[in-house]
């Protein structure tokens, strides 16, 4: 069986886990958002591959769902006590290693399709990791400035980090996805699956984004299987990170239904034929089969039961 999974960062490493256990030996293709990807202290940055790549490869800290297990903080101390802006974001000095060789690649005309395999190769994920494209893409988050009471445009790792997305945004601007093109195979990839799954990501920043490259959103709506997502929303809220400050401002409802209308029925020029949500939670989707299951990745058998049933959802 050939799987291919649209992803975000730790809720789409997570499940990406239990896609690999639900199906052991199928050949299974990770498109990976790159649109928080962001240059700090002169190093590349990508925090939703690195995610998958670090959790699938057994080096995750399993408590934050980011970032290294084991992880030290020396260069992010030394940084601090030179005064080196920014102060909000956190290098641990394992993770710095990867950076390193990722931008010493890039630097050296390695597209990032290419370094992410490279790096993959250390983690033996399992899977076949590829960014969204090679080119790069930044999501900006349009807020007011509280001190100035203007509008300005930051980087969505600065709206998420430093402000925790405590500034209202007014928009989502993925600078440079349009002039964006696919990675190499992941049009191929799509092509060929037997099953296409939308994880339970971020439905703007994450997968929004990775639909946004130019022929992606095409190619799910194109390709030879059924397509199946899974809610990022439970009981009307976000399960982990803020898809509830991002959904309105695209005026979509934070519940189940709501993302799932926003994706809509590949039937009628959306995205999906198959939607999963958490038991208990109601959801109509004109054209779509929605089915309630849970949705919780509370450990690795809930993981692997979320996968299961999204693959059954597939081969309907």
Do not use: K
Request: proline share 5%; charged share 20%.
């Amino acid at each position: 069986m050939h799987i291919v999974v649209l992803a975000g960062g730790v809720g789409g490493a997570r499940f990406l886990r239990g896609v690999t256990a639900a199906a052991p030996g199928a050949r299974i293709t990770a498109v990976i958002n790159t649109g928080d990807d962001v240059t700090l202290h002169g190093l590349r940055i990508c925090p939703d591959l690195d995610s998958v790549m670090y959790t699938l490869g057994d080096g995750i800290d399993e408590d934050r769902g980011w970032g290294r297990r084991d992880e030290t903080w020396t260069v992010r101390a030394e940084l601090a006590a030179y005064g080196a802006e920014p102060t909000w974001f956190g290098l641990g000095d394992r993770d710095v290693a990867t950076h390193l060789v990722r931008t010493r690649m890039l630097d050296a005309g390695y597209p990032l399709s290419e370094v992410t395999a490279a790096l993959a190769d250390r983690w033996r994920p399992g899977v076949r990791l590829l960014p969204m494209s090679d080119q790069r893409v930044g999501t900006h988050v349009v807020v007011t400035d509280p001190a100035t009471g203007r509008t300005r445009a930051i980087h969505f790792q600065e709206w998420w980090i430093r402000h925790r997305a405590a500034l209202d945004a007014h928009r989502f601007v993925q600078v440079g996805v349009d002039d964006a093109r696919p990675a190499p195979g992941v049009l191929e990839e799509l092509a060929a699956a037997d099953a296409v799954l939308l994880a339970p990501s971020n439905p703007v920043v994450s997968i929004g984004t990775v639909l946004g490259v130019p022929g992606i959103r095409d190619a799910v709506r194109a390709a030879g299987s059924r397509v199946v997502g899974v809610s990022p929303i439970v009981g009307g809220a976000a399960v982990r990170g803020m898809a509830d400050r991002c959904l309105p401002v695209v005026g979509v409802e934070v519940s189940a239904e709501g993302v799932g209308r926003h994706y809509g029925a590949r039937s009628a020029g959306g995205l999906l034929d198959a939607w999963l949500v958490h038991t208990g939670d109601a959801a109509d989707v004109p054209g779509v089969d929605v089915r309630a299951v849970p949705l919780l990745m509370t450990d690795p058998e809930a993981t692997t039961a979320l996968a299961r049933a999204a693959l059954d959802a597939a081969r309907a």
